[in-house]
């Protein structure tokens, strides 16, 4: 969705609740704090249309230290925060990979850094009058025994409630782990509440949305004769993992003669530093494709080439999967 879009289904939602309070989620998906100048942006234009609702944002917790005065400063009242562990060992179980950037970082070192940047955030928030909630996840034979630790560590630093959830198996992953009975989720309970209040999840639910009625989502749109092609941003040819605004190529991906989609060429991107030229320039470039795929985008260059007849659609899946998935075949798995 566009920033447009986001705040027409807002509007709608503030209409539906009346009298009611509202408080508006920022959730992703990715981390809000991962691209922050989109994030202030929304948030400006919140409190421009909207001064009355509360702001609420769930974030892994990079870069909130930093940015925890500016977040108040903007509206930001509730940060629901995703602590899994304060210890790199367990973290490094739970975690395939931490992407702090633009880059993933050695697992040890995006460890080390996950846990300082969570301590200083949440220290931070709160000196800023943030009201900041832990969000742990209940990994059977990981974490359950870590939550008091962690309850602990945390209201040191000034969390004030901490939620849990159990962990519920996504379709298609690749890694079998049992939920937890309810039986352990209450003695988990039990433990984190000699530390800190343990309350539901306001912003999260499974499956990483907000609460409440859920946003719309277009339809991707599909080949045609004129655009029967799809363009990919990527580093390493086998995932979608470049922002929009670093591509110095394009893969081009479309049909071949006997139908089955692949890699049909590599186009350069032209030079950046010319402004919403070059989002035109792109669109130019790209007229023979459907849709762009790419990890990230910001609202200029997706509104520019929307209105040149080309959808940016941001994903970290691989590549293969994408394109089968838009020609009609099911979405692989990584």
């Known amino acids: 969705m566009s920033i447009a879009d986001a705040l027409d289904h807002v509007s709608t939602q503030v209409r539906k609740a009346s009298s009611k309070p509202v408080m508006v989620a920022i959730t992703g998906p990715g981390d809000p704090l991962a691209t922050p100048e989109i994030t202030f942006e929304i948030l400006t234009l919140l409190k421009e249309k909207f001064p009355d609702v509360s702001i609420g944002l769930l974030t892994f917790g990079i870069g909130s230290g930093r940015l925890a005065g500016d977040l108040a400063a903007a509206g930001v009242g509730y940060v629901e925060m995703k602590v899994a562990a304060v210890r790199r060992d367990i973290l490094e179980k739970l975690f395939a990979w931490i992407r702090p950037g633009q880059k993933t970082v050695k697992l040890a070192d995006g460890s080390a850094l996950l846990l300082k940047e969570q301590r200083q955030g949440v220290s931070a928030l709160t000196f800023h009058n943030v009201r900041v909630s832990v969000l742990t996840t209940l990994y059977p034979g990981y974490n359950i025994d870590h939550v008091a630790k962690i309850s602990s560590e945390m209201v040191e630093l000034g969390a004030a409630s901490m939620a849990l ?43 990483g949305s907000a609460k409440g009625d859920s946003v ?24 979608v993992d470049l922002h929009l605004g670093h591509a110095i190529r394009f893969l081009i991906y479309g049909p071949r003669n006997d139908g089955l989609a692949c890699l049909l060429a590599t186009r350069p991107a032209p030079e950046p530093g010319s402004g919403t030229d070059r989002w035109k320039q792109v669109a130019d470039t790209l007229d023979d494709c459907f849709i762009l795929l790419t990890a990230s985008a910001g609202d200029c260059p997706r509104t520019v080439l929307a209105e040149n007849g080309l959808q940016v659609f941001v994903t970290e899946d691989n590549i293969e999967g994408m394109v089968d998935a838009l020609y009609g075949g099911g979405k692989k798995k990584k």
């Open 165 to 207: 959830v159990p962990y519920s198996q996504e379709p298609g992953a690749e890694v079998e782990l049992e939920s937890p009975d309810a039986a352990t989720v209450a003695a988990a309970q039990a433990r984190v509440s000699t530390h800190l209040p343990v309350s539901p999840p306001l912003l999260y639910q499974q499956g």
């Open 216 to 239: 719309p989502e277009k339809s991707l749109p599909a080949p045609s004769r004129k655009r029967p092609n799809v363009a990919v941003v990527s580093s390493n040819g086998m995932d």
